[in-house]
């Protein structure tokens, strides 16, 4: 079935650098990508829609210049915290919309990205 | 926007038990999805079911779309289910970006 990567699973930082996670659907072509973040015990919050060969769409609150988005192809997306703080701190999750699917909106997550800022 | 609720927010079981968690939803949908977040943070997708029922192993769920709600089954219960179960859907009106439940906490005890 439909795979959606995500890398990598954990990366420590240290404050005021930056780091990149990247987003790779391996066995079929996302025009739309989602990146969500999630704190402990709590559901998933939509950060952006990211969309294949254009500027990302972000939701009320999300800092667009923390939070830099990048759809340069059909396969991969990648989300970059820069000037990273602890409250940065948090597990981030992409996801990808499978078009070929039978609504044509089936997604499918990655494995999540711990992120922890010291 | 669509509102979705999912119960309980917390289930704990003995191995080998029965349980039915519960989403319902305020709008009529065309996309519902269930997911299951293990202890790891991973998503999987369990069910991609608008209406009816489907089942898969010991997982099966239900959606009754003129009601609002579905219902996903989990029979034999082993402590590999352990973790968070949402629900996820998206109106059939609206945006095509799912709208999450806030999860039912499964927790499995041998």
């Known amino acids: 079935g439909a795979v959606v990567s995500q890398h990598p699973s954990r990366v420590i930082c240290k404050s005021g650098t930056s780091v990149k996670i990247e987003c790779r659907s391996l066995d079929f072509q996302a025009t739309t990508m989602f990146w969500y973040r999630q704190f402990p015990k709590q559901s998933l919050m939509l950060m952006a829609t990211s969309n294949e060969g254009s500027k990302a769409t972000y939701e009320q609150g999300v800092e667009k210049d923390k939070f830099l988005i990048n759809h340069a192809s059909l396969t991969l997306s990648t989300l970059t915290v820069t000037s990273a703080h602890p409250e940065d701190s948090s597990f981030y999750i992409c996801s990808a919309r499978d078009p070929h699917s039978r609504d044509g909106n089936t997604i499918y997550f990655g494995e999540g990205s711990w992120l922890t800022v010291v | 926007g669509i509102q979705v609720e999912q119960s309980p927010p917390d289930l704990i079981l003995q191995e080998g038990a029965n349980s039915t968690l519960r989403c319902n939803f305020s709008?009529?949908?065309?996309?519902l999805q269930w997911f299951h977040q293990n202890p790891w943070g991973q998503l999987i997708n369990l069910f991609y079911i608008p209406s009816g029922t489907k089942q898969n192993g010991r997982l099966s769920a239900t959606t009754v779309a003129t009601e609002r709600y579905s219902l996903l089954y989990i029979s034999s219960s082993q402590t590999t289910d352990s973790g968070v179960y949402f629900c996820a859907v998206r109106s059939s009106g609206g945006s095509y970006i799912p709208t999450f439940g806030r999860g039912t906490s499964l927790i499995v005890h041998p």
């Open positions: 709008d009529s949908v065309n996309n």
